[in-house]
């Protein structure tokens, strides 16, 4: 992995830069459709792209329902309350979705429900404000699914300085709290508030763990609504016993279902063959909506990119920038629920060209970490985790790893699909990746940052944002956007990771021993240096006669028919 720069650093957004933008997205709030802060920002990004160079906007309008707490810049005298008997328990947040209690509250009886009992009966809340604590974390040995999201995993290529907990280890929410928070989250939406649901109750009071500086604004995604409330944990203390006895709380929130419009757009910055049958093009896909600056920015970092190749003439760029800006990451459905309005749905045509396809989210983002004895959250200091992934192909991870060493960034941590980890341990995944969204069966590659921590958070702005990270997360995805446009498609073509991926997956089945798998591994990298050097000829020869030779005799069906895909693709190339 040869040092060599492909970039000319010049060029590069400064920090400066990228601090000014960021400080523009922090000071509109957050930023959902039928909020006058999204059409703000959403213009403002158009003008911007366009000021660069880039061209034949294409805009989709539709009308949604959305959901508003008049909870920023600074939480509403009585949207937010919490009255057990004549004593205020302050309220850290509410659920996203919950119905609204009217200015006047919803007054009942609690009862406190003890989450180990399982799910509760039909009813068995009627007419009660329900009190539950958020489940203990697990003991080991952990199984995979927690592992995945609340423990340090194992991965392919990570960056210092050090991670906050050994490999498969949950970390401390006191030196960084984004893994604690993530658990305590998930439980709101998963479990208690589906258990309210089931029992019937007139409202829910979740007792957390979390400080109330954690909580503060911490905003989630819930599938069922509920009348629901989040109290940290020093007003949990005074919560769960007055619970306990069967006192009557007064459970206040002032919120708002309402119709609006939402839109997101397409646009390309044009590559010397644009327009012609010969063009190809690297899509950027980005989600603009979220409750934080972090959580959303990757249009930002899509900014930056793009002023970088806008400095270059036209004729020395080798593909086209196709630049997808999405707005269905944070309305109710996501993005599965509103297919019908995703871009590359509404406009099937423009993705006959795509070759690669990246997605950048939560970019310049900084660790925040709990301080129980303020009962607040605080940064640190240090960067939040960049976890990146890519396909299981040579050339990728090759590329994205070169990438981010020649950045210098901290704390980059990249899995490649399928590939065992660096230590042998469990590896799990990379989170949100917008490329992954759209399903447009092309090469991957894409970033997502550390959520939960502060990046949930209406209230958390510059204070988490790292000029430096975030220049240095631009300088990585500029390189690699620079290599695949001047490396042709053959060599990152997906084709060659679902051959991998089939090879692996036939030895998890048992279908070829573990030798076999290595044997045709080393055999399919192999005869990909063939096609990095352009001989898609004879690569496509070898594969025929000795990976499709090989797993006949095998009778690895599946392997047989990747490979037949990667031949394909490559007397494809060959013949173009």
Not at 55 to 65: A, C, P, Q, R, S
Not at 82 to 106: M, N, R, W, Y
Request: net charge negative.
């Amino acid at each position: 992995m040869a040092k060599r720069d492909t970039i000319h650093r010049k060029l590069l957004m400064t920090q400066e830069e990228g601090t000014l933008w960021n400080e523009f997205k922090a000071g509109l709030g957050p930023i959902y459709p039928g909020y006058r802060s999204f059409d703000t920002y959403m213009n403002w990004l158009k003008e911007k792209l366009k000021g660069y160079g880039c061209v034949d906007f294409l805009e989709h309008h539709w009308i949604h329902k959305t959901y508003r707490v008049k909870d920023w810049p600074q939480r509403e005298e009585g949207v937010m309350k919490l009255d057990v008997e004549g004593k205020e328990i302050p309220v850290g947040t509410f659920v996203q979705l919950a119905p609204s209690t009217g200015p006047e509250g919803l007054t009942a009886p609690m009862v406190y429900y003890d989450i180990r009992k399982g799910e509760p009966d039909a009813g068995a809340f009627a007419g009660k404000i329900v009190v539950m604590e958020e489940p203990q974390l697990p003991q080991p040995p952990y199984d995979e699914k927690f592992l995945e999201s609340y423990t340090i995993t194992d991965t392919n290529y990570r960056s210092g300085p050090k991670p906050p907990a050994d490999i498969l280890e949950c970390p401390d929410p006191s030196v960084s709290n984004s893994w604690a928070t993530r658990w305590s989250f998930s439980s709101w939406a998963f479990q208690l508030v589906p258990y309210a649901v089931k029992g019937g109750a007139a409202g829910l009071l979740i007792a957390s763990s979390l400080t109330y500086g954690t909580l503060f604004g911490l905003y989630d995604r819930q599938q069922e609504h509920m009348t629901a409330l989040v109290i940290d944990r020093e007003g949990s203390q005074l919560l769960l016993p007055a619970a306990k006895e069967g006192k009557t709380a007064t459970m206040t929130l002032v919120s708002q279902f309402f119709s609006a419009e939402a839109w997101n757009f397409v646009c390309w910055l044009p590559g010397k063959d644009y327009g012609t049958d010969r063009d190809q093009q690297i899509s950027i896909n980005i989600h603009v909506d979220a409750m934080s600056l972090t959580q959303d920015n990757g249009s930002l970092g899509l900014l930056g990119v793009v002023h970088y190749f806008s400095q270059l003439p036209q004729s020395e760029r080798n593909k086209t920038l196709l630049l997808c800006i999405d707005c269905r990451h944070f309305i109710e459905g996501f993005e599965r629920g509103n297919l019908a309005h995703d871009p590359y749905v509404v406009y099937p045509q423009i993705r006959e060209k795509i070759v690669a396809c990246l997605g950048l989210e939560h970019m310049g983002e900084m660790e925040g970490a709990a301080d129980f004895e303020r009962n607040a959250m605080v940064p640190t200091g240090r960067p939040e985790y960049t976890f990146m992934v890519a396909d299981d192909n040579d050339y990728c991870a090759d590329l994205l790893i070169r990438a981010a060493i020649h950045s210098g960034l901290e704390r980059a941590d990249i899995k490649i699909d399928g590939r065992p980890g660096l230590h042998g341990k469990y590896k799990g995944l990379v989170r949100a990746v917008q490329a992954k969204t759209h399903n447009l069966g092309v090469c991957v590659m894409g970033q997502a940052g550390n959520w939960c921590g502060a990046h949930t958070q209406t209230h958390s702005g510059m204070q988490y944002f790292g000029a430096k990270k975030f220049a240095d997360e631009v300088a990585l995805w500029t390189e690699v956007v620079q290599e695949l446009m001047d490396t042709h498609y053959a060599v990152y073509h997906i084709a060659w990771a679902d051959l991998n991926t089939a090879i692996r997956s036939a030895a998890k089945t048992g279908e070829i021993s573990p030798d076999a798998k290595e044997g045709l591994l080393m055999g399919v990298a192999s005869l990909f240096r063939e096609a990095e050097k352009g001989d898609y000829t004879m690569a496509a020869v070898r594969l025929e006669h000795e990976i499709i030779s090989a797993a006949e005799y095998l009778k690895a069906d599946g392997i047989v028919q990747a490979a037949w895909k990667v031949i394909a693709m490559l007397k494809d190339a060959a013949a173009k």
